[in-house]
């Protein structure tokens, strides 16, 4: 499986991003997928869940801001974070979850004025 996370940048507080993570293999449609943050000096942590049933959770952190959501047409797995804060600033990835031992590139968000 090839795990590629996309969309992030640099934004300012208040701003809003859209990450993506394309997923290939065959193991996308019967698995949950999620969100995992790692920021600066700090472990890497869960942020949003996203079941093959559409079941959906978030981290207590990002309720109300952030929006999980996949399209199993295109094996990929979105999040919309608004009302970013700079402690949302941190490399973004996407795993099943639980999380395979296989991590791909992440992707930087950064959120400064």
């Known amino acids: 499986v090839q795990l590629q996370a996309s969309g992030g940048g640099l934004v300012q507080p208040g701003g809003s991003l859209r990450l993506s993570c394309a997923v290939s293999?065959?193991?996308?449609?019967?698995?949950?997928w999620g969100w995992y943050r790692q920021a600066p000096g700090k472990q890497r942590e869960l942020v949003a869940v996203?079941?093959?049933?559409?079941?959906?959770t978030y981290t207590d952190s990002v309720k109300g801001r952030f929006t999980i959501s996949k399209d199993n047409a295109k094996n990929t797995v979105y999040l919309q974070m608004n009302i970013l804060k700079p402690e949302d600033t941190a490399v973004y990835y996407c795993?099943?979850?639980?999380?395979?031992?296989?991590w791909g590139q992440g992707t930087l968000v950064t959120v400064s004025s």
């Open positions: 795993n099943k979850a639980p999380a395979l031992n296989y």
């Open positions: 293999g065959s193991i996308f449609r019967s698995n949950a």
């Open positions: 996203i079941t093959s049933g559409r079941i959906i």
